[in-house]
């Protein structure tokens, strides 16, 4: 089986690209907008509309093999590539990239999916969202022209097992924090809610209003849930604000740990990105210390590497140095889906839970290949996604987890 022709369409991601900096800065949040002047290279507002590009391998047979090219929601931050915009890419994808997969054999996912992550234009890897979409695509192929699921083609391609039971899903709020919170609980979301604590002003003088919202999930969790069993993990990212409120002060961050600790109780806290030291080495030196801290103090919160965990060489370099007890696999980041699976088998193979995340910035699309992903190699938790509604991700994603488990037997 060939590539016949490839297509591109542009598209809408599932939120909004957002100048992090600029958040973190002068903006002010005005309804749905921010009102403020951007600050990363690129922005032409502090929030503006998400853009995709869907790439579609045209094969012999007529099928149609997708994936979609997406970037983050804070693109342009903390290493990470900048905004992608379909209007500046679909020609040079038409130009530069098209041309080599015309007439290309459709050979395995783990052959194409390297050499497609490894396109270069100038002497430079290719923007993390052309990656992304073209290994997407490349894993669709495969599993067409082998008539069988995406996950069972990454089973068998990386000698795993397909789950029997669905992923735990880590939905997210957006800032409807509490009105999003009951959705999640109504639908018995398995960890919760993200909630969007992207500044300091949202976390509070010393952390009270993060503290006093996670005491009101607590008890909203208790008031609301339909039966005792449904006992889901808090799940908060900060974004490095906690550092920020306690000037960096391990031994300070840790006793607010605690208190989000007790405040939770008995449910299980994550904490993501509890600081934001500017750049990986510090990060990385932060990161192990807090996770040192805790476990000598016994606090039961875990924390999550996000900020400068951006790569698969990062993602490496987390879990030898134990920098935290969970790293996020940002999928878009990592550039082709490829890198994705080897983060998650890595972490698991070295003693480092790995959550299969993303952005609430990507497409459906990109959504389901991550499913397929997350059955294949079975991490802690996948991000629901795209959206900050709560409703569509999630529903997206567990979905597509049950359309697997129903079919994988057949196929």
């Not at 890897?125 to 990656?131: C, D, E, S």
């Not at 993060?210 to 900060?238: C, G, M, Q, T």
């Not at 983060?343 to 839970?353: I, R, S, T």
Request: proline share 3%; with cysteine; net charge negative.
């Amino acid at each position: 089986m060939k590539i016949r022709d490839m297509i591109c369409s542009s598209g809408r991601t599932g939120f909004f690209f957002d100048d992090q900096l600029a958040i973190k800065t002068n903006a002010v949040k005005d309804g749905n907008a921010y009102r403020g002047y951007p600050v990363t290279p690129g922005f032409q507002a502090v929030r503006q509309a998400g853009e995709s590009v869907s790439i579609m391998f045209i094969l012999e047979d007529g099928q149609v093999a997708y994936g979609d090219c997406a970037a983050v929601q804070y693109s342009g931050a903390a290493g990470r590539d900048p905004l992608f915009l379909a209007e500046d890419f679909i020609p040079f994808i038409n130009e530069k990239i098209r041309p080599q997969l015309l007439g290309r054999e459709i050979t395995n996912f783990r052959e194409m999916s390297d050499e497609l992550d490894k396109l270069t234009h100038d002497e430079r890897k290719l923007h993390t969202a052309i990656r992304y979409g073209l290994t997407q695509a490349a894993l669709d192929a495969v599993a067409k022209s082998k008539h069988k699921l995406m996950a069972q083609i990454i089973a068998d391609e990386y000698s795993t097992t397909i789950s029997d039971t669905p992923i735990p899903i880590f939905s997210q709020s957006g800032d409807e924090s509490q009105l999003n919170a009951d959705k999640m609980i109504l639908k018995k979301a398995d960890v919760l809610p993200h909630a969007l604590f992207n500044n300091v002003d949202k976390i509070g003088f010393q952390g009270y209003k993060l503290l006093e919202y996670v005491k009101w999930l607590r008890n909203r969790i208790f008031d609301l849930r339909w039966a005792d069993s449904y006992n889901p993990i808090i799940h908060l990212d900060v974004y490095g604000t906690i550092g920020v409120v306690f000037d960096h002060q391990l031994d300070k961050i840790c006793d607010f740990m605690q208190q989000l600790e007790y405040a939770a109780h008995p449910l299980k806290v994550r904490v993501e990105g509890p600081v934001d030291m500017g750049d990986r080495e510090t990060q990385i030196l932060v990161m192990k210390r807090l996770r040192e801290y805790l476990e000598v103090r016994g606090i039961n919160v875990e924390l999550v590497a996000d900020e400068w965990c951006n790569t698969l060489e990062d993602i490496i370099a987390f879990t030898e140095n134990k920098a935290g007890h969970m790293v996020q696999v940002k999928t878009p980041d990592l550039g082709g889906i490829n890198n994705s699976i080897k983060a998650v088998l890595y972490c698991k193979k070295n003693g480092m839970d790995a959550y299969l995340g993303g952005t609430c910035n990507e497409t459906e699309r990109s959504a389901q290949v991550c499913t397929h992903i997350a059955m294949a190699l079975s991490p802690v938790q996948m991000l629901a996604k795209p959206g900050m509604g709560m409703d569509e991700g999630y529903m997206i994603v567990y979905n597509e987890m049950r359309r697997i488990l129903a079919l994988k037997d057949l196929l």
